[in-house]
Each structure stands twice: as structure tokens, then as C-alpha cells.
């Protein structure tokens, strides 16, 4: 009951007309980032965190949620109407969704897609609600050489069992790693990776770092390949559902989320495994199996609820634990820190009405998701016919003024470019991007935690195993690199959903 | 030798389509049209679609001119109409305009004018009604 009366205190802190205009601002612009491919709700925050400074910091955690939300919300209705999956976790949904556009039934799949979202989101973040509090009074016992068995799992878990290629995924680590390794060694002083260069001793700021990569990168990309045939857009109509789609909808909308929630918490991050699960899920199920491939409602309806439902379960372990598992939530630890805030295990009992205003307006946001964005999605898909020079230049403008204003340095502006060259070549090159942004911030917390556990034992190696939730951790570590290169030798490749975009959450 | 028309699917583009079916009948030749984009944006409801074709191919088998669609991409729609006009050996080019004021014309430029004065054929110029 204590959660309850928290959230509710959340509530009225939420209500206020001042926070409901930054959720509502919020939901919108996450909406519109979410809508055009290529730009997500990561570009998004990293690029306003540098505007909101002079912001209170839930308010601008409000604004933050609400542009997470929407932009999970964009995706699908740009994967359903023109078959280019905004981010990689809607590709389920562009099978089934663009299939039924095609036949006339846009409408239908986006109302199932909005409505799904909204139920998984609501669940999702109402299991983050009662979950987290419990989690995170237990993570505070979490020793040293534990912390860092769990981050070392889920740098792991995004790097080698996501994604199609180890390789890349490593190089893209090793990327993310060297960066967060710049700047003054925390306990002897020693500068490392400065090349003497002195506005390095501070590190390298975060926010330059996102901007850089996600939104100089991303411009310069789209820069290389500029003209491309245009697409053919399905008209639609106000959203709606008949009697049968709702019947057909709402078992795919509770398994969803049901399949979507686990992934989400776990430290594994990512959409694209529950999504997939719940697609095949859903097949399996569907008395109707013969539909799909052809435009079933249930092969959206279920995918999208479990995308949602992940979505919210990221928020346990980046506000139980300060571990972000996607990139969204890195560039969002990375704004907590600016703002002076220590995320970790201790974050629920330091800053309550943060976390419980920033829960309730999740819910919010989720319902104003909903009540604002299913008459408007034919005016969402006008945004698609955006000339790309002129997005990208307002993208452009705003992430030098960004990088100009964490500092007010030229420096950091010149670091940018750097960082933008960076993400252009990852690009380039099929890097994922999202073991590189988790490097760059888990990274240094790994350090912190791995100097801890060894200071504590004397520099001795053994200091990091003499937990025992670390040596089950590290069993956890090796089951994951182990299992499935094994089960792929026995029964043959897997067929695996691919993503044409480079976009991450 | 042809009829070359620069086609975009608006009143715009079928008083240009209408005019230049005539023009080809009249002269016993075929048309060319020409659709193009900048491919600028992820979509460009003037780039005809699949459907937009269909309708486009029955306007213009009912017609029985002889005919042939070239959809093409590039910075400037008035360079790929041009392209298409000298390869083909044009007899005249037809597009439709529309009126804008001097401001429009300053920050949207005008792909008409572009054509009329770079052309080295004629240029019939259409107002749709």
C-alpha cells in the first residue's frame, strides 16, 4: 500500500498545469522523432538535454518520458503505413501492420497498435511502480565486486546476444570503452587517452558524446545517401477497430505485454527479442494462423504491446540499479548526472518525488499518447513528406548549439565533429550503435565498481569472485556466450529478424 | 521525336497531360512523360505510386497516343525534364503552371521557368480550367 499512496503522491505533483504541458510537449515531439525513420527518442533527449538545463529536474525528466513514450508510439505508425520500421524494435510490427495497410485495413492496425501500446505501456509502468521499490532495497546490499558481475552481464548481453554480428557488437563496445577510459584516473590522478590535451582532464562530456554520435552521424549518413526513390505512403482515415478486431486484439495485447515486461527489466535490454517471441507467439496461437503473412491483426497487436511493455521495463533496472540497458536510457542516466543526481540503488530513497512524479507522468503521458495521437495519425503520416535537407539542418543547428552549451566551450563544438565522424564511420561500417553508447556510460561505473571490490581486497583478483551472487553472475555471463553458439551448431541457423536501420531506442 | 510532358498528378499536371495528348495527335507523334522527384523526402505525393500509374496508363491507353513513362530522380526537376527532352529529341516540351507571387517565386523557385528558359525547343506552357 506504501507504493500506492507514493504513486499517488506522484500523481499530484504530476497534475500540476505546468508539468501536463511539458508531458504533453513531451509526448509529441517523441511522437514526431519516433514518426521519421532514422531519428528516435535517443537523438531526441540528447539533443534537448543541453535546453532544459535551466529546468527543474523532473520537469524536464517529465518532457524526457514523454518523448521515450512517443517515440515508441511514432514507430509504429511509420512501419504500418510505409513499411520502413522507424526503430528496430517495429519491425514485427511492419510485417503484419504493412500487410494489412495494403489491404485497406491501416486504419484497423493502427488503432490496434495505439490501443496495444497503451495497455502495455500502463501495465508496464505500473509493474515498474511496484517492482522497482523492492528491487532496488535489496540492490543496496549489492557489494562492489556483485555491481560489477552485473554490468560486466549486461554490456554482454547487448553486445554478443543482440544484434546479428559478435564482432561488430564487440568493436562497438571496445569504441564506446576507449571513450569513457578518456580523462584523470579517479584514484591516482594519472591522465589517461589525453594526449596531452588539457580540456580532456575533465573526461569527455556525455552529452557531446550522444550528440555527436547519434545526430551529427545520423545528418552526415543521411547526407551521403540523400536522394532515394520516394515511397509509396497508404492513405488512412481515423483510427478505429470493429467488434471482431477488438475480440481478436486483446489476448495478443495481454501476452504481449506479459512477454515484453521480463525483457525489458532484465539488464538485456532491448525490444527485438520479446517482439520476435510474441510474433511467433501469436502465430502459433491464432486460429487463424493461415492470415498471417497476409495481414493479421493479432501479428500487431501482440509484437507492438511487447515492444511497449519492454519499453517500460527498462525503467527497473535504470532506476533500481542506474543501469540503463538501452540507449535512451543511457543518454537519460547520462542527464541525471548533470542534474547532480546519483543514480543507483539508493536513487528511490534520495530523490522520491523524482522517481514517483516521473512514474505517474509515464502513465499520463501513456494516456495523452492515446488520447492525442489516435485522431491525429493521418496528420502524422504528412510528416513524412519533410525534405531531408531541411530536417537535417534544423538537427544540425541543434546539436551545435547543444554541444556549444554544456560548456559554453569551443572546444566541445570541435569534439562534435569528431564524434559525428565517429558515428558516420560505426554506421558505415554496421557498428551497432547501442553497445558503443552503453561502453561510453557503463563503462566508467564499471571502473568505479572494479576499483572498489580491489581496493577492498588489496589489489588482489581474487576481490572480484568472493561474492557469491558474482560467481552465479559470471556463470550467468558464460551461459549466454556459450548456449547459443551452441544451439545454432545443432540445429541450424535461426532465422532472425533483420532491421535495414541503424536506429536505436 | 516527341511530345515530352512533364507530369505531376494535380490539375497542374493534367492540364499539361490533356494539352499534350492533343499536341500529339495533332502532330502524329508519341509523348514521353516525364514524373521526377527530388527523393528528398521519404515521401513525395508528387512521385507518381503504384496506383497513380495505373490510373495515369488507362488515361493514356484510352487516348491511343503512343506513349512511355520515364520516373526519374535528381536535385533538379527541371534539369530531368530537360534530360529527357534532349535525349528524345523533343518536338515541344508542355507543363502545366501555377500562379506565385514574386516572394513564392523567390523562396520556392519556379520549375517552369527554369524549363521555358533553358529549353532549345518550344515550350507550351498550360494553366489548368
Same mark, same amino acid.
Given at each position: 500500500?506504501d507504493?500506492?499512496t507514493?504513486?499517488?503522491d506522484?500523481?499530484a505533483?504530476?497534475?500540476t498545469p505546468?508539468?501536463l504541458?511539458?508531458?504533453?510537449?513531451?509526448?509529441?515531439?517523441?511522437t514526431?522523432v519516433?514518426v521519421?525513420?532514422?531519428i528516435?527518442?535517443?537523438m531526441?533527449?540528447?539533443?534537448?538535454?543541453?535546453?532544459?538545463f535551466g529546468?527543474?529536474?523532473?520537469?524536464s525528466f517529465?518532457?524526457?518520458?514523454g518523448i521515450?513514450?512517443?517515440?515508441?508510439y511514432?514507430?509504429?505508425t511509420?512501419s504500418?503505413?510505409?513499411?520502413? =520500421?522507424?526503430?528496430?524494435a517495429?519491425v514485427?510490427?511492419?510485417?503484419e501492420?504493412?500487410?494489412m495497410?495494403k489491404?485497406?485495413?491501416?486504419?484497423?492496425?493502427?488503432?490496434?497498435?495505439?490501443i496495444?501500446?497503451f495497455i502495455a505501456?500502463?501495465?508496464?509502468?505500473?509493474?515498474?511502480?511496484?517492482?522497482t521499490p523492492?528491487?532496488a532495497?535489496?540492490?543496496v546490499?549489492i557489494?562492489?565486486p556483485s555491481?560489477?558481475?552485473?554490468?560486466?552481464?549486461?554490456l554482454?548481453?547487448?553486445?554478443?546476444?543482440?544484434?546479428s554480428?559478435?564482432?561488430?557488437?564487440?568493436?562497438g563496445l571496445a569504441?564506446?570503452?576507449?571513450?569513457g577510459?578518456v580523462?584523470?584516473?579517479?584514484?591516482?590522478?594519472?591522465?589517461r587517452?589525453?594526449?596531452?590535451?588539457l580540456?580532456?582532464?575533465?573526461?569527455?562530456d556525455?552529452?557531446?558524446?550522444?550528440?555527436?554520435?547519434?545526430?551529427i552521424?545520423e545528418?552526415m549518413w543521411i547526407a551521403?545517401?540523400?536522394?532515394?526513390a520516394?515511397?509509396d505512403?497508404? =492513405?488512412?482515415?481515423?483510427?478505429?477497430?470493429?467488434?471482431?478486431?477488438?475480440?481478436r486484439?486483446?489476448?495478443?495485447?495481454?501476452?504481449?505485454?506479459a512477454?515484453?515486461?521480463?525483457?525489458?527489466?532484465l539488464?538485456?535490454?532491448g525490444?527485438e527479442t520479446p517482439?520476435f517471441?510474441?510474433?511467433?507467439?501469436?502465430?502459433?496461437?491464432?486460429?487463424?494462423?493461415?492470415?498471417?503473412?497476409?495481414?493479421?491483426?493479432e501479428?500487431v497487436?501482440?509484437?507492438?504491446?511487447?515492444?511497449?511493455?519492454?519499453?517500460?521495463g527498462?525503467?527497473v533496472p535504470?532506476?533500481?540499479?542506474g543501469?540503463?540497458v538501452t540507449a535512451t536510457a543511457?543518454?537519460l542516466l547520462a542527464?541525471?548526472r548533470?542534474?547532480g543526481?546519483?543514480?543507483?540503488?539508493?536513487l528511490?530513497?534520495?530523490?522520491p518525488?523524482?522517481?514517483?512524479?516521473?512514474?505517474?507522468s509515464?502513465?499520463?503521458?501513456?494516456?495523452?499518447?492515446?488520447?492525442?495521437n489516435?485522431?491525429l495519425?493521418?496528420?502524422?503520416?504528412k510528416?513524412?513528406r519533410?525534405?531531408? =535537407?531541411?530536417?537535417y539542418?534544423g538537427?544540425?543547428?541543434?546539436?551545435?548549439?547543444?554541444?556549444?552549451?554544456?560548456?559554453?566551450?569551443?572546444f566541445?563544438?570541435?569534439?562534435?565533429?569528431?564524434?559525428g565522424?565517429?558515428?558516420?564511420?560505426?554506421?558505415?561500417?554496421?557498428?551497432?550503435?547501442l553497445?558503443?553508447?552503453?561502453?561510453?556510460?557503463?563503462?566508467?561505473?564499471m571502473?568505479t565498481k572494479?576499483?572498489?571490490?580491489l581496493?577492498?581486497?588489496?589489489?588482489?583478483?581474487s576481490?572480484?569472485?568472493?561474492e557469491?551472487?558474482?560467481i552465479?553472475?559470471y556463470?550467468?555471463?558464460l551461459?549466454?556466450?556459450v548456449?547459443?553458439t551452441?544451439l545454432?551448431?545443432?540445429r541450424?541457423p535461426?532465422?532472425?529478424p533483420?532491421s535495414?536501420?541503424?536506429?536505436?531506442? | 521525336?516527341?511530345?515530352?510532358?512533364?507530369?505531376?498528378?494535380d490539375?497542374?499536371g493534367?492540364?499539361?497531360?490533356?494539352y499534350?495528348l492533343?499536341?500529339a495527335?495533332?502532330r502524329?507523334?508519341?509523348?514521353v512523360?516525364?514524373?521526377s522527384t527530388k527523393?528528398?523526402?521519404?515521401?513525395?505525393?508528387?512521385y507518381?505510386g503504384?496506383?497513380d500509374?495505373?490510373?495515369?496508363?488507362?488515361?493514356l491507353a484510352?487516348?491511343?497516343v503512343?506513349?512511355?513513362l520515364?520516373?526519374?530522380t535528381?536535385k533538379?526537376?527541371?534539369?530531368?525534364?530537360?534530360?529527357?527532352a534532349?535525349?528524345?529529341?523533343?518536338?515541344?516540351i508542355?507543363i502545366?503552371?501555377?500562379?506565385?507571387?514574386?516572394v513564392g517565386?523567390?523562396?520556392?523557385g519556379?520549375?517552369a521557368?527554369r524549363v521555358i528558359?533553358d529549353?532549345t525547343?518550344?515550350?507550351i506552357?498550360v494553366?489548368?480550367?
Amino acid at each position: 500500500m506504501d507504493t500506492l499512496t507514493l504513486l499517488l503522491d506522484g500523481f499530484a505533483s504530476a497534475l500540476t498545469p505546468q508539468n501536463l504541458a511539458f508531458c504533453a510537449v513531451g509526448v509529441l515531439l517523441g511522437t514526431f522523432v519516433g514518426v521519421l525513420p532514422g531519428i528516435g527518442p535517443a537523438m531526441a533527449v540528447a539533443l534537448l538535454l543541453p535546453l532544459t538545463f535551466g529546468l527543474e529536474p523532473t520537469q524536464s525528466f517529465i518532457l524526457f518520458a514523454g518523448i521515450y513514450y512517443g517515440g515508441m508510439y511514432g514507430g509504429s505508425t511509420t512501419s504500418i503505413l510505409l513499411n520502413t =520500421p522507424g526503430e528496430s524494435a517495429s519491425v514485427m510490427t511492419a510485417i503484419e501492420g504493412n500487410k494489412m495497410a495494403k489491404k485497406g485495413r491501416a486504419a484497423q492496425a493502427l488503432a490496434t497498435a495505439a490501443i496495444g501500446s497503451f495497455i502495455a505501456g500502463t501495465i508496464g509502468t505500473l509493474l515498474v511502480a511496484f517492482f522497482t521499490p523492492g528491487l532496488a532495497r535489496v540492490a543496496v546490499n549489492i557489494g562492489a565486486p556483485s555491481f560489477f558481475a552485473i554490468m560486466l552481464f549486461s554490456l554482454v548481453l547487448v553486445t554478443a546476444v543482440l544484434g546479428s554480428s559478435k564482432l561488430r557488437g564487440f568493436i562497438g563496445l571496445a569504441i564506446g570503452l576507449t571513450i569513457g577510459l578518456v580523462g584523470l584516473d579517479l584514484s591516482t590522478g594519472q591522465a589517461r587517452l589525453t594526449g596531452g590535451v588539457l580540456q580532456l582532464a575533465d573526461g569527455i562530456d556525455i552529452v557531446v558524446v550522444a550528440v555527436g554520435i547519434f545526430a551529427i552521424g545520423e545528418a552526415m549518413w543521411i547526407a551521403a545517401h540523400l536522394r532515394r526513390a520516394p515511397l509509396d505512403v497508404i =492513405p488512412v482515415g481515423r483510427p478505429f477497430m470493429s467488434r471482431e478486431d477488438w475480440s481478436r486484439s486483446w489476448r495478443p495485447w495481454l501476452r504481449g505485454t506479459a512477454l515484453g515486461f521480463p525483457f525489458g527489466a532484465l539488464p538485456a535490454g532491448g525490444a527485438e527479442t520479446p517482439t520476435f517471441m510474441s510474433y511467433v507467439l501469436e502465430r502459433k496461437l491464432s486460429r487463424r494462423s493461415d492470415e498471417f503473412g497476409h495481414g493479421a491483426i493479432e501479428g500487431v497487436a501482440g509484437p507492438e504491446a511487447a515492444n511497449n511493455a519492454s519499453a517500460a521495463g527498462m525503467f527497473v533496472p535504470l532506476l533500481a540499479l542506474g543501469l540503463p540497458v538501452t540507449a535512451t536510457a543511457a543518454v537519460l542516466l547520462a542527464a541525471m548526472r548533470t542534474y547532480g543526481i546519483v543514480p543507483g540503488p539508493t536513487l528511490m530513497a534520495d530523490q522520491p518525488d523524482l522517481v514517483w512524479t516521473l512514474l505517474a507522468s509515464l502513465l499520463i503521458g501513456n494516456t495523452l499518447l492515446l488520447a492525442i495521437n489516435l485522431p491525429l495519425a493521418p496528420l502524422w503520416a504528412k510528416l513524412l513528406r519533410i525534405p531531408r =535537407p531541411q530536417l537535417y539542418a534544423g538537427i544540425l543547428f541543434f546539436a551545435s548549439l547543444g554541444a556549444y552549451a554544456v560548456n559554453q566551450s569551443a572546444f566541445d563544438v570541435a569534439l562534435l565533429l569528431v564524434f559525428g565522424a565517429v558515428g558516420f564511420a560505426v554506421r558505415r561500417f554496421g557498428i551497432p550503435l547501442l553497445p558503443l553508447i552503453l561502453g561510453v556510460i557503463i563503462g566508467p561505473l564499471m571502473e568505479t565498481k572494479m576499483r572498489e571490490a580491489l581496493d577492498l581486497s588489496n589489489g588482489a583478483i581474487s576481490g572480484l569472485f568472493n561474492e557469491p551472487l558474482a560467481i552465479f553472475v559470471y556463470l550467468l555471463i558464460l551461459l549466454a556466450l556459450v548456449v547459443p553458439t551452441v544451439l545454432s551448431r545443432v540445429r541450424g541457423p535461426v532465422p532472425h529478424p533483420v532491421s535495414n536501420e541503424s536506429e536505436v531506442s | 521525336m516527341a511530345v515530352v510532358i512533364g507530369f505531376i498528378p494535380d490539375e497542374y499536371g493534367e492540364a499539361a497531360l490533356a494539352y499534350g495528348l492533343g499536341e500529339a495527335q495533332r502532330r502524329h507523334t508519341g509523348v514521353v512523360i516525364v514524373n521526377s522527384t527530388k527523393g528528398d523526402a521519404l515521401v513525395d505525393r508528387r512521385y507518381l505510386g503504384e496506383d497513380d500509374k495505373v490510373t495515369l496508363e488507362e488515361q493514356l491507353a484510352a487516348s491511343g497516343v503512343e506513349h512511355e513513362l520515364r520516373q526519374t530522380t535528381g536535385k533538379d526537376i527541371a534539369d530531368e525534364i530537360l534530360a529527357v527532352a534532349k535525349e528524345v529529341i523533343a518536338d515541344v516540351i508542355v507543363i502545366g503552371i501555377r500562379h506565385r507571387t514574386p516572394v513564392g517565386k523567390v523562396i520556392m523557385g519556379s520549375v517552369a521557368q527554369r524549363v521555358i528558359i533553358d529549353a532549345t525547343c518550344p515550350v507550351i506552357a498550360v494553366k489548368p480550367g
